[in-house]
T-cell receptor, first 112, second 111 residues
């Protein structure tokens, strides 16, 4: 079946550091891929998405590229801020499906 | 722009009590979902509804019930609360293959 694996956290970075959170997936066909962010005490928010191979999703300085050859969708940001501290979830929606599969989440702490 | 509205935000129940968590969306999304979030367990799907009038079980449906009589509303009923149902509950909605819009959650404690 479909699955998502993302790197375990927590990830602790200093402000302005480069961020990578790894995400790999297993799926048949051509799934859509997503990154969600959850700030403390809030619900998840859609951060970015990509619906086909080689698509790059981007939002708020975050980027992720849909790599079918490596079945990956790694999240990157060039310079993190304290306000980026949150939990990040990689997610997959199978072709024609309704149910999104979420990774376990990666907590990011950014120190000033 | 209300998006997805969940009520209540906090609730304490005694074991054996029943209650309904409310969820409403104003985006005319066809699909709606209920998840629970527990430390170390990630997000687990309880029930979902692909369209008005249809519902299906997710990973952890036992002890819960849902209905989808309108496009906007998707209430989650706890039939007889148990301490194992202490969790944060999130409702979400989506259109077709798009991403989810989540509510802000209901924090439920069963004592």
């Amino acid at each position: 079946g479909n699955s998502v694996t993302q790197m375990e956290g927590p990830v602790t970075l200093s402000e302005e550091a480069f961020l990578t959170i790894n995400c790999t997936y297993t799926a048949t066909g051509y799934p859509s891929l997503f990154w969600y962010v959850q700030y403390p005490g809030e619900g998840l928010q859609l951060l970015l998405k990509a619906t086909k191979a080689d698509d790059k999703g981007s939002n708020k300085g975050f980027e992720a590229t849909y790599r079918k050859e490596t079945t990956s969708f790694h999240l990157e940001k060039g310079s993190v801020q304290v306000s980026d501290s949150a939990v990040y979830f990689c997610a997959l929606l199978g072709t024609g499906g309704f149910k999104t599969i979420f990774g376990a989440g990666t907590r990011l702490f950014v120190k000033a | 722009n209300a998006g997805v509205t969940q009520t209540p935000k906090f609730q304490v129940l005694k074991t054996g009590q029943s209650m309904t968590l409310q969820c409403a969306q104003d985006m005319n999304h066809n699909s709606m979902y209920w998840y629970r979030q527990d430390p170390g367990m990630g997000l687990r799907l309880i029930y979902y509804s692909a369209s008005e009038g249809t519902t299906d079980k997710g990973e952890v449906p036992n002890g819960y019930n849902v209905s989808r009589s309108t496009t906007e509303d998707f209430p989650l009923r706890l039939l007889s609360a148990a301490p194992s149902q202490t969790s944060v509950y999130f409702c979400a909605s989506s259109r077709d293959q798009g991403g989810y819009t989540f509510g802000s959650g209901t924090r439920l404690t069963v004592v």
